[in-house]
C-alpha cells in the first residue's frame, strides 16, 4: 500500500497570502488529521476530518481551515499568513471502524512552511 | 479536555544502556487510546505501539516494552540494550473514541556508542 502523501513538501510564501495544502491518505483510511509542528510548540493538532466531515477540531484561529473529499483526499487551508504559521504540517490518516476505536495514526512527510 | 505530559525533554544515553521513556495523561473519558510514536531524524512518525484504556496488559516487542498503569494514568515505554538507531524523538499520544488527539511534547533520546 501506498504511504500518507502530502504536497508540495517545501512552500514559501509572503505574510497576507494564503496557502492550500494537500494531503492523500492510505487507501481504505477514511480518517485524516492535520498537525502543524514547531520546535517551540510541540506536534499541536489543528482538525480531524472523517467521511467529508470535520469531526474535531483544536484551538486555532479560524484562518485555519480544512475540507475532505469524498476519495478521502484533504485539502488544508491557511488564510492571511503570520510569520507564527511558520511551521511543518503533518497529514496523518486512520482507520476507522464505525462506533468508535481509534486506531494508530500514518503520517505524511509533511509539508514545510516558511512565511516570510 | 485532555492532555499528555513527557517531562523528559531529553535523554542521553550510552549504547546498551536500558532507558525509560515517561507518559502521563489525563482525560475525562472512560475508553481512550494510547499510541507510542518515534520521529527519527529523517522526519517522518512512526507507529510503534497502541493501547486500549481496558487493556492493562504490559507488551514486549524484542528491546521494546511498554507498562502502561492506569492507577498512576502513566504508559511508560524501555528502551532495554538501547543501540544508536533509537536515537529519535518519541511521542506519547492520546486518541478518544470521537478521534480527537492529543499529542506529548515529545522526548528526544540520544544515543551515543
Known amino acids: 500500500k501506498a504511504g500518507v502523501t502530502q504536497t508540495p513538501r517545501y512552500l514559501i510564501k509572503t505574510r497576507g497570502q494564503q496557502v492550500t495544502l494537500s494531503c492523500s491518505p492510505i487507501s481504505g483510511h477514511r480518517s485524516v488529521s492535520w498537525y502543524q509542528q514547531t520546535p517551540g510548540q510541540g506536534l499541536q493538532f489543528l482538525f480531524e476530518?472523517?467521511?467529508?466531515?470535520?469531526?474535531n477540531k483544536g484551538n486555532f484561529p479560524g484562518r485555519f481551515s480544512g475540507r475532505q473529499f469524498s476519495n478521502s483526499r484533504s485539502e488544508m487551508n491557511v488564510s492571511t499568513l503570520e510569520l507564527g504559521d511558520s511551521a511543518l504540517y503533518l497529514c496523518a490518516s486512520s482507520f476507522v471502524v464505525a462506533g468508535g476505536s481509534a486506531y494508530e495514526q500514518y503520517f505524511g512527510p509533511g509539508t514545510r512552511l516558511t512565511v516570510t | 479536555a485532555q492532555k499528555v505530559t513527557q517531562a523528559q525533554t531529553e535523554i542521553s544515553v550510552v549504547e546498551k544502556e536500558d532507558v525509560t521513556l515517561d507518559c502521563v495523561y489525563e482525560?475525562?473519558?472512560?475508553?481512550?487510546?494510547l499510541f507510542w510514536y518515534k520521529q527519527p531524524p529523517s522526519g517522518e512518525l512512526v507507529f510503534l505501539i497502541r493501547?486500549?484504556?481496558?487493556?492493562?496488559q504490559n507488551e514486549i516487542s524484542g528491546r521494546y516494552s511498554w507498562n502502561f498503569q492506569k492507577s498512576t494514568s502513566s504508559f511508560n515505554f524501555t528502551i532495554t540494550a538501547s543501540q544508536v538507531v533509537d536515537s529519535a524523538v518519541y511521542f506519547c499520544a492520546l486518541t478518544t473514541n470521537a478521534g480527537k488527539s492529543t499529542f506529548g511534547d515529545g522526548t528526544t533520546l540520544t544515543v551515543k556508542p
Open positions: 476530518y472523517f467521511s467529508e466531515t470535520q469531526r
Open positions: 482525560t475525562r473519558d472512560t475508553t481512550y487510546y
Open positions: 493501547r486500549n484504556s481496558f487493556d492493562e
